[in-house]
């Protein structure tokens, strides 16, 4: 696929199937959740941002999204491209590039991500992310496992 047939823009919303599609092409993404359909419009209305990879014939192929109270901090998750149109043409970078100038536009200096494990090389520079040192992410797990 030519990358100059990909336009990336940050969209209010997109036809649900399509991102579940593109979330379980991930690898185990969703792929229990039957109603992952229904709670597609939620999840763009409660992100600060969604950019969508797009084929001119209007086809996902591939997609990132921020949360953020649109004032401080930033978290950009579920970055996600299309198996077939990985490797080497750019759009990860372009979904990425994007999400963050959409932060930096609106005064929002901190900006960050959790990359899966061996992916952190892909958001070093020149895309700017560096390893925050003697932070840890964490997850809860509930009040049943103290």
């Known amino acids: 696929m030519n990358t100059e047939d990909i336009t990336v823009s940050v969209v209010p919303a997109w036809d649900a199937e ?4 593109l979330y379980r092409s991930a690898g185990g993404w969703w ?7 229904t709670v597609i419009p939620a999840l763009f209305d409660g992100s600060f941002a969604v950019a969508v990879a797009y084929t001119r014939d209007n086809r996902a192929v ?21 198996p077939a149109c990985r490797g080497g043409q750019g759009i990860g970078k372009r979904i990425i590039q994007l999400l963050v100038d959409t932060c930096r536009q609106a005064g929002i200096t901190w900006i ?12 070093a520079p020149p895309l700017g992310f560096t390893v925050m040192e003697d932070y840890l992410p964490m997850k809860y797990e509930g009040d049943d496992k103290q």
Do not use: C, K
């Open 31 to 37: 792929e229990e959740m039957s109603d992952a359909v």
């Open 112 to 123: 960050a991500l959790i990359a899966e494990p061996g992916t952190h090389t892909f958001y």
């Open 62 to 82: 591939g997609m990132g999204r921020v949360l953020s109270d649109g004032v401080s901090d930033a978290y950009i998750q579920d970055v996600v491209v299309d």
């Open 18 to 21: 399509q991102i579940v599609a």
